[in-house]
């Protein structure tokens, strides 16, 4: 019979690398040390510049209007200023439906919103990823790194495995955050910055504004919603429970009609 032994610790790198220079002599350690501070500089060079990818990234939530939405009163904290802020419907549905192509690139010039249109769909559909909430974090490997080449001009040269770790680290998140169902819709930069960082989504369904929100940001993003033809709700806290709900614009204009109706001078003043 065979035997193997397996050790339950596992030894450090660095451990690993002091033990077998021990007993080496200083030349061959001056050349050891000096070649992997080397790698590690070349590494963390790649690092950065990953990071420093041209990626553009907007982030949703997926919620039911009736059973999620009222609901999530800590969004409108974290997202919202607090409830100061709005909320924005979008209406995806066209995600459903089959990619096709009507404009060929030679048409660019003859129908270019046509064209663009198209295109600006079909990247919105090839890029918007529902978020993974886990509780481990994705880590590019040090050998992968290793093989990742920078060209003349100083720009990373690299598969499409490291690019799938890159997305995958785009669409993952902790899992304490798991309750905000979020979507990410990601971008090449060259895309963003064709339309100057200002994707065009004209997609909004609805607006609700935040509780908190004053009179005049409403006053605005009311004449917003008709510029847009959009439906704008205010919400409010209900009285009872710590749930939104939706009240109508009509009764917001009740009231700023009840204080024009308030005469500031009515009161006696004592001379």
């Given at each position: 019979?065979?035997?193997?032994?397996?050790?339950?610790?596992?030894?450090?790198?660095?451990?690993?690398?002091?033990?077998?220079?021990?007993?080496?002599?200083?030349?061959?350690?001056?050349?050891?040390?000096?070649?992997?501070?080397?790698?590690?500089?070349?590494?963390?060079?790649?690092?950065?510049?990953?990071?420093?990818?041209?990626?553009?990234?907007?982030?949703?939530?997926?919620?039911?209007?009736?059973?999620?939405?009222?609901?999530?009163?800590?969004?409108?904290a974290h997202y919202a200023d607090n409830h100061?802020?709005?909320?924005?419907?979008?209406?995806?549905?066209?995600?459903?439906?089959?990619?096709?192509?009507?404009?060929?690139?030679?048409?660019?010039?003859?129908?270019?919103?046509?064209?663009?249109?198209?295109?600006?769909?079909?990247?919105?559909?090839?890029?918007?990823?529902?978020?993974?909430?886990?509780?481990?974090?994705?880590?590019?490997?040090?050998?992968?790194?290793?093989?990742?080449?920078?060209?003349?001009?100083?720009?990373?040269?690299?598969?499409?495995?490291?690019?799938?770790?890159?997305?995958?680290?785009?669409?993952?998140?902790?899992?304490?955050?798991?309750?905000?169902?979020?979507?990410?819709?990601?971008?090449?930069?060259?895309?963003?910055?064709?339309?100057?960082?200002?994707?065009?989504?004209?997609?909004?369904?609805?607006?609700?504004?935040?509780?908190?929100?004053?009179?005049?940001?409403?006053?605005?993003?009311?004449?917003?919603?008709?510029?847009?033809?959009?439906?704008?709700?205010?919400?409010?806290?209900?009285?009872?429970?710590?749930?939104?709900?939706?009240?109508?614009?009509?009764?917001?204009?009740?009231?700023?009609?009840?204080?024009?109706?308030?005469?500031?001078?009515?009161?006696?003043?004592?001379?």
């Amino acid at each position: 019979m065979y035997g193997y032994w397996i050790s339950e610790k596992i030894e450090l790198y660095d451990d690993a690398l002091r033990n077998i220079l021990e007993n080496k002599n200083k030349e061959f350690k001056r050349t050891v040390y000096q070649l992997t501070k080397e790698a590690n500089n070349e590494v963390q060079r790649k690092i950065k510049k990953l990071r420093n990818a041209n990626i553009r990234v907007a982030s949703f939530s997926e919620f039911d209007r009736y059973e999620n939405f009222a609901k999530n009163i800590q969004m409108w904290a974290h997202y919202a200023d607090n409830h100061r802020g709005f909320c924005v419907v979008y209406n995806l549905s066209f995600l459903k439906e089959k990619t096709i192509f009507s404009l060929e690139d030679y048409e660019y010039y003859k129908n270019r919103k046509g064209y663009l249109d198209e295109r600006l769909k079909a990247a919105i559909k090839g890029g918007i990823f529902p978020v993974i909430y886990t509780s481990n974090r994705i880590n590019v490997p040090v050998t992968k790194l290793k093989k990742i080449k920078i060209d003349a001009e100083g720009d990373l040269d690299h598969d499409s495995d490291i690019d799938a770790i890159l997305y995958k680290t785009y669409i993952v998140k902790s899992s304490n955050w798991s309750y905000e169902k979020e979507w990410r819709l990601i971008l090449d930069g060259n895309i963003s910055n064709f339309y100057d960082n200002k994707i065009p989504f004209p997609y909004i369904e609805k607006i609700y504004l935040g509780c908190r929100m004053d009179n005049q940001m409403i006053d605005t993003m009311r004449e917003i919603g008709k510029e847009l033809n959009v439906e704008v709700i205010i919400l409010k806290m209900d009285n009872k429970k710590f749930l939104l709900e939706e009240t109508s614009t009509q009764s917001y204009d009740w009231r700023k009609d009840m204080l024009k109706l308030n005469n500031p001078f009515k009161k006696d003043t004592k001379m």
